[in-house]
T-cell receptor, first 115, second 114 residues
Framework: SAVISQKPSRDICQRGTSLTIQCQVDSQVTMMFWYRQQPGQSLTLIATANQGSEATYESGFVIDKFPISRPNLTFSTLTVSNMSPEDSSIYLC????????????FGAGTRLSVL | GQQLNQSPQSMFIQEGEDVSMNCTSSSIFNTWLWYKQDPGEGPVLLIALYKAGELTSNGRLTAQFGITRKDSFLNISASIPSDVGIYFCAGQPPYTSGTYKYIFGTGTRLKVLA
């Protein structure tokens, strides 16, 4: 399976600032996904990032708040903009591998606390 | 939208006991995945299920794809302390809108008492 590296692993940020999270994969992948996991909760899909096209956002998530870049087949970034304490969560990068079926693998996540 | 109900929500068991958990939905799924998430880590894939009725094992873990395609089960035999964590199921609905997105269950928090 692909090896996924996320940076930073954790951060503490001030209200009103922005944080960019990086996701690097050791192999070329078509589909990358960004999830949010609020404390004690399950995973919620923010958006799907396909190389060469605009990210597709899920209901309740907008590009102005969570801009995503996907410059190549091994890298993506998620920015959490104008942060508030409600944005305190774990943000997870995931990649899709296709081998007859579609399986998602995850990075270790970025633990964000907003004061 | 589609939802996955996972149960139990949490469980405390004695070391050596067997564990069972399940995911159910009112919708059908094409693929089921089971993950484990340790504190401070991302989810790690345990088992993937591709066909209705399929039974697949990975060491002490056994998972089944329900025959109705609306549910899946995970069993852990002879639990050990390192089985502690949160277990998530994920179901893939039929292909829509050009992507194969997964829906995640609410998680089962497992604690093992030595």
């Amino acid at each position: 399976s692909a090896v996924i590296s996320q940076k930073p692993s954790r951060d503490i940020c001030q209200r009103g600032t922005s944080l960019t999270i990086q996701c690097q994969v050791d192999s070329q992948v078509t589909m990358m996904f960004w999830y949010r996991q609020q404390p004690g909760q399950s995973l919620t899909l923010i958006a799907t990032a396909n190389q060469g096209s605009e990210a597709t956002y899920e209901s309740g998530f907008v590009i102005d708040k969570f801009p995503i870049s996907r410059p190549n087949l091994t890298f993506s970034t998620l920015t959490v903009s104008n942060m508030s304490p409600e944005d305190s969560s774990i943000y997870l990068c995931s990649v899709e591998e296709r081998n007859g079926i579609y399986i998602q693998y995850f990075g270790a996540g970025t633990r964000l606390s907003v004061l | 939208g589609q939802q996955l109900n996972q149960s139990p929500q949490s469980m405390f068991i004695q070391e050596g006991e067997d564990v069972s958990m399940n995911c159910t939905s009112s919708s059908i799924f094409n693929t089921w995945l089971w993950y484990k998430q340790d504190p401070g880590e991302g989810p790690v894939l345990l088992i993937a299920l591709y066909k209705a009725g399929e039974l697949t094992s990975n060491g002490r873990l056994t998972a089944q794809f329900g025959i109705t395609r609306k549910d899946s089960f995970l069993n852990i035999s002879a639990s050990i302390p390192s089985d502690v964590g949160i277990y998530f199921c994920a179901g893939q609905p039929p292909y829509t809108s050009g992507t194969y997105k997964y829906i995640f269950g609410t998680g089962t928090r497992l604690k093992v008492l030595a």
